[in-house]
């Protein structure tokens, strides 16, 4: 688990009651809350400088990708392997077998997706099936530090491979579910996709009693904006402000 993995899930430890404890910034006593609350403004400062750059299309579609897995990043990081296991109901998926079909997907629409950029007009609409991973859930067995790792690992090669694509291929025929799409469109179905299986996450952990504590919940909303600063390019800028709340937090007492 990365430092700043492990600070997120320090933050899902933290309740109204750790919030409210004392933090110092710039000289004056204010509360964990805000140690928080400013690194997500620091997160936002960053946000909005690096989007007001020029990107290719596509990256910007799979930042708003990198933005929803940071969002199921902040809920699941340190959770413990009873709720990953554990399923809702007879019948449904746990949370660690429906994280393996995210995987099995995201490496599924990318190999599609770059498929549909590259062919030919000769070449079928469709990629061979025998070139494609299983439909099935992929093992992804550890700690869910681990799990995320490795679909944190697709994620970026996902966008090493098409964060790119040059504006004449977005409109690149293509098809999905049996209807006929373009490149645009797969590219937008990447983050549908994780807000799509994040909610299931959410649904699951519901139905196994589990709440998220507040420092979760604004751990979320960090973990996602600085996943779309990450997706925009900005490697640095986003690293530098995870190391800022890992500095934070360990001002805090435990």
Known sequence: M???????ARCGMLDEDALGRPWTWRGRQMDVRYALYRTLEDAQEAHVRVSAGAHPESRRILALAQHAFGGLRGLLIGLPPALIDKAPRPGEWPIRETLGHMLSVEERY????RYAVDRTDADPMRIPDNRLPPTTPANVGGEIGAVLARLAEARAETARGLGDVAPAAMT????????????????HRFAAHVVEHTIQCEKTLQALGWRPTEGRQIARRLAA???????LGAVGEAREIEARLVERLATVAP
């Not at 990365?2 to 997120?8: E, H, T, W």
């Not at 990318?110 to 997706?113: G, H, M, S, V």
């Open 110 to 113: 990318a190999l599609q997706t």
């Open 172 to 187: 690149r025929p293509t098809v999905w579910m049996g209807h006929d799409i373009d490149v645009r469109f797969r590219l």
């Open 2 to 8: 990365s430092d700043f993995d492990a600070a997120l």
């Open 225 to 231: 904006v600085l996943g779309e600063v990450e997706g």
